[in-house]
Structures are given as C-alpha cells and as structure tokens.
C-alpha cells in the first residue's frame, strides 16, 4: 500500500510539472514573440486607413442593444441625464439599414457625463468580424457632446491586430432616430495610422 501511494504522489509530481514546464514555455513563446514584433516595429512603415461604417443603437425595441446599467440619485432631475450609464453591443453595418451587410460590432459603456450640456463619455471597441480587418479592434474613448449636431470629433486611441498601435480621430453624425422605436442609426468615419 505505502509503494502504491509513493507511486501516485509521483506521477502527481511529474504531471504538475510536465503542466507548469509547457505553460511556461507557451508564455515565453507568447512573450517573445511580442517581444520580436516590438523590435521590428521602427522598420515598418506606418499605413493609414479611412473606415466609413454605420452603428444600429438599438435602445426601446426588441433585442435591443443598449441597457441602463446604473444611474445616479440626480440622474431623473437632470436635464442631461447625468449620472446615466449605459453599456452597448451595437451592429456595425456597411450602410444605413440594419438589414445591410454585417461588418462587426460596436462594444463599450457610455455615461452622461456634463451637469450643463448633453454630451457623454464613452469607451467604445469596434470589433470586426468579416473582411480584411476580420478579428482586429478599434479603440475609441473621449467626450461625444451629442448636442452638437454634426461632427463630433472623438480620438482612436488603440486598436489590436491588424489596427496594432493605431491612433487618429473618429468623426460621428447621427443619420437617423426614430424617437417611436428609440432606434438610433449613427455615421462614423474613422482616420486611423497603424503599423
């Protein structure tokens, strides 16, 4: 019986390194290879994209797209709504319609963020699911003062695969809003360099 548990408590042993041996050899993998990228990164040339895309802001219909996720105790007495947080899971799409080719999706939280005027903070990532930027994100998080009818100006700050190291400026307009439906469709154009 003894040699029997000696010989469970080694084969333990050995899967619990065998385990933390490849774990750890994965992460350095992982590691070096950004660590590669990084080095590589004063030889490439930077690019420069414009994206031209719609959001469907979806608030008061079925399956909708934004949610109230937290409000202040001023927020019902505010004529700015401050205080109101709001997270999204909006649908890009190549046009104006929401039956119009699927490009990816808008994802973040934004709050109403100014006592005086109607503008809010926002985190938003748009994820691309199809095409040539499939998988990569775009980072974009500032002040949206939505009482500013056309324009609004919003900075790219990150992004992630194909948008690596992306920065630039984010242009928004509200196309349409059906205050009936509470159905938002929003026009972005983004100016984005990446390396």
Known sequence: MENYLHAILIICLVLIISV???????????VQGEINWFKILRQ?????????FYVQDAHGVPNATVWEVARSRITSQSPTSFGQVR???????????????????????????????????????????DGKYN??????????QIGKSKNRELPVVGG????????????????????????????????????
């Open 87 to 129: 997270v999204i899971d909006n649908l890009i799409t190549s046009r104006p319609s929401r039956y119009s080719y699927k490009l990816g999706r808008a994802q973040g939280f934004i709050t109403s963020s100014d006592l005086i005027e109607t503008a809010l903070t926002m985190n938003i990532n748009f994820v691309f699911m």
């Open 44 to 52: 490439r040339k930077e690019k420069v994209a414009k994206l031209h």
């Open 20 to 30: 933390t041996t490849s774990t750890s050899t994965t992460q350095e993998d992982i």
């Open 135 to 144: 998988g990569s994100t775009l980072c974009v998080l500032g002040r949206n």
């Open 160 to 195: 992630t695969g194909v948008f690596r190291m992306a920065r630039g400026v984010s242009i928004s307009n509200t196309y349409s809003f059906d205050p009936v439906e509470n159905y938002g469709v929003l026009e972005y154009t983004l100016y984005v360099s990446y390396v």
